[in-house]
């Protein structure tokens, strides 16, 4: 095989890895984005269903209260348990939340899977582009 021939074929195999190489971290960067978005949808849901929970409790105490209104004798305990079941969900709703604020507070480097700044250009660790 001559000279340039060879040349040739080595550049081509230099392009081919270089390539290979971008596909893989492509790859990589979409696997990381994907557990990502599958675990904020996780978050928003148990944040949908309990405040669909909620609101069940609402209505509940809605009847509760109208129940009252109309002289019927409704114990105090049962409307402060309801009360007491929408603070719980709250406080969990407001937990969720503040976890679901805290994925979104920072990027992952494709390149060396270091945590980095929501707004950065280059990961701190590894200088690579983000």
Request: glycine letters at 10%; charged letters at 25%.
């Amino acid at each position: 095989m001559d000279a340039k021939l060879q040349s040739f074929m080595e550049k081509v195999k230099g392009v081919a890895d270089k390539t290979g190489q971008a596909a893989g971290c492509a790859a990589d960067a979409a696997g990381k984005k994907a557990t990502e978005l599958t675990a904020s949808t996780r978050l928003n849901l148990q944040i949908f269903d309990l405040n669909t929970e909620c609101d069940v409790l609402y209505k509940e105490m809605g009847r509760l209260v109208y129940e009252l209104h109309r002289g019927a004798e409704v114990s105090n305990s049962e409307l402060e348990e309801k009360i007491a079941a929408v603070d719980e969900k709250q406080q969990k709703i407001a937990a969720l939340r503040e976890e679901l604020a805290g994925m979104r507070a920072e990027t992952v480097c494709p390149h060396c899977g270091k945590p980095c700044g929501h707004g950065a250009a280059f990961c701190a660790a590894c200088g690579g582009a983000l």
